[in-house]
Every structure is written in structure tokens, then in C-alpha cells.
């Protein structure tokens, strides 16, 4: 009895001198709760403002006195926590454990410098507590204490909102970036997307570059085996090396069936950036050819035996067969004149462009909202959406172009020419132009590897 004694108190002693050294503290090696990401503190996050929630503990130093571990104040953590499908801020905040009413001051303060609902799916809030830990007097567990929480706005901004003295304030701050510029070039063999992708461009640098020469080129139709292209954009990272953004090209070129077209990014006196050809004229275009993204020419302009009726007729604009939903946007700015119902074309817009020029678009599922007869509307602007309504056999936009009333064909039409730089804006243009040209050159010819995190 007396050497089992002796045994259960050494037991009980060895069990408070190792629980003397477990402190909760940050750790990569701590794993997420679901639907949370980057560095946890164990299951911190289910207790706030919860005492009866079990925190969780991680072994660090146990060689630590008790003492030395209590004396620290604990250290503000943050829980990275991505935004689902039907997520608001305060469905994210009360998930992790923040009471009702904390939820609605710490926003109301956010909204003050942004709106939560521009906030989307697939964003990331950064919600931050002080973590558990273990008081000397009695070794009770406390719980965290929400502090608050960070959101990126942008890739060069970011709003926090903080706790300071019982009530929750917003501060915003500029995130450190930096820019590189990456020089890239290479031949077309099957499509240029993937001529970019072996050349390591970036997703949003290809696209900002079809988009930069959709008003001259068919990407569809022109664009031929060995033609070629070469790039300068700046590549954006934060400050962990991450890429941020890609889609800043300074000079571009492509050179089809022979033929060199080069533009260049230039910010006008009227504080607007767009990209310029050699000449100072500017390579966007006052209408678009096609007013929507990844579709397919379905079918042309001209005589055709129509697909419901069972005839031929002429067929008097281009048809874009694409995914129903899919967006469409305004092919240049101009003012809605007609949006309804019309016949056989089912939901239908029709914008004037100026005293000359019309578009249409038809068949479309729904309209954006706010769409209607005298609306202004700019190059890009979304209108609608793709559908089947009115005669028509599956899910396509019909797009005409017109001119004083009569139809062109989209495709062949020579489109009316942008703005063209003059007198000492010209001037300037000039320079920047050499000063591009020369930095081309001297950048090495092969892109700088660098992992996106």
C-alpha cells in the first residue's frame, strides 16, 4: 500500500509538471478547422465568446516554468477563412464563434471604408483573436478573445478592423508590391494560347493581350501556323512573391501571315490608359467584332438555309453559339434605344452608337439589370446574357452591326477607328515608345521563372 501511494503521487506529480508545459501558441504544424486555411491555433476558433468550447492544446516548450509561460500576454493570431457559396460576412464571423453583436459592430465599422457586400465567393477574411492560454492561479482554460479582422480590397489595399478599447475601428493600409517587367516571345504552332502558356505567361497576361488586339485580329480565323508574337508586361507580386497581377502589358506585338502589329500602353492627358499603335492611333476600336468571350462563330453573314424555318434567307449578322448565361457585353458606347421583346429575335437590344452606327444583340435570356430604352452604356459594359428565346434552335447571340440602318457583316466590316494622339500628347507618346523599344531589347529573351504561392 505504502510503495502504491508513493506511486500515485509521483503519477500525479510527473501529469501537472507536463501540463505546466503546454501553451497554446501559433503553428504551421496545427491543422485548419474545415473551411479554414493557413495556420490555426488547434480549436481556438470554436470558442469565441464560448467559455464551455474545449481549447485545444500543442506541445511547445516543456522545459518552460509555469511562471515564465503566463507572464507573456498571448499573441493576436488570425485564421484565414475563404468565403463559400451563400457566405456573407456575418454568416463567416458567426461561424467562427463571434457573438451576434460583436459580428455587427466589427462590421459596421468595416463598412465604413468598404461595403461588405462586394465581398465574393472565393475571397479570403483574415479573422483574428487572442488565443487560450493557462492562468498560474488555478490552471483553468480561458477562452479567445475576437480582435477582429483583415480583407484584402485589392492586390494593393487592405482594410482591417481592430479592436481598441472595447469597440472595433477600421484602418486601411497599402500593401507592398513590386513590379518587374518580363519580357516574352514566341511562335504559334497550334493557338496562341498555348504558344503563351510554353513561354510561362500568365493566364491574365494572355488574356489582357487577345483582348488588346480583339478589335483588329479574328483570333478564330487569322491567326496561322508560325505566325508569332513577343510581350513586355509587368509582373506584380506582394510581399510574399506571390503574383498579384499580369495583365499590365507595356508593349506587345504580333506578327500574322507576315504582317507586324505593334502596340503600346500609354496613359492619356485625359488620365485614361490604352494602348496606341507606332502611329498614335489607338488599337481599341469604336465597336467590338465579337461582344462575348469563348464562343464559337456558329454562323455567318449571307444566304443560308435557315435552321427552323427550312428555307434559304439571309441571314443579316453572325450568330455566337456559347454556353446559356453566358455574358454580353456592349461592343461600344453608346445610348439603348430599343429593349424587349421583338418577334422572332425574342429578348432584344439595339444601341446607337452615334449618328451613324447601330449594334443588335438577340435571342439574349434576360437583360442585365438596369437595362432599358435611354440607358448609357460603355465599351465592355455587360447587357445580358446569352439564351434561346424568339426563333432560334439553342442557346447563341445573333449580333448585328449597322450603318445608317443597313446591316454589315460583323466580320468584314472595316470598323470605325478610336481616337488618334496629336500635338504634344503625340510628342510624348513618341518618347515613351523609344523608351519602351529600348527596354524591350535590353530584358533577357527567356521569361523569369517565378512560383506563383
Known sequence: ???????????LVATVAVCSGYVLTSSASVKSLPGMEGESLALAPLSLGNPSAVPGIETTSPDLPLAAVTAQPPQTVEHAVKIGRGDTLAKVLQRAGVTGREARDAIRAFSKVHSPRRIRQGDIVRIAYKPHHLEAADLKATPGT????????SYEREVKVLREDGRFVS??????????????????????YVAGKKQGLPDGTLAELIRAFSWDVDFQRDIRKNDAFQVMYNRVTDETGKLVRGNEILFASMTLSGKRKAIYRFKGDDGHVEYFDDKGRSAQKALMRTPIDGARLSSGFGRRRHPVLGYTKMHRGVDFAAARGTPIYAAGNGTIDYAGRR?????????RHNGNYQTAYAHMKGFARGMRKGRRVSQGQVIGYVGTTGRSTGPHLHYEILRK?????????????????????????AGLRAKLDQRYAMLPKSPIKTASR
Open 146 to 153: 475576437f480582435a477582429g479582422f483583415g480583407y484584402n480590397v
Open 343 to 351: 418577334g422572332s429575335f425574342g429578348n432584344y437590344i439595339r444601341i
Open 171 to 192: 484602418q486601411t493600409r497599402d500593401r507592398p508590391i513590386s513590379r518587374q517587367a518580363v519580357r516574352a516571345e514566341g511562335v504559334i504552332t497550334s493557338s496562341l
Open 1 to 11: 500500500m505504502l510503495f502504491r501511494g508513493i506511486a500515485t503521487i509521483t503519477g
Open 405 to 429: 440602318g443597313r446591316q454589315l457583316n460583323p466580320m468584314r466590316v472595316r470598323m470605325p477607328s478610336g481616337r488618334k494622339l496629336a500635338g504634344k500628347e503625340l510628342a510624348r507618346f
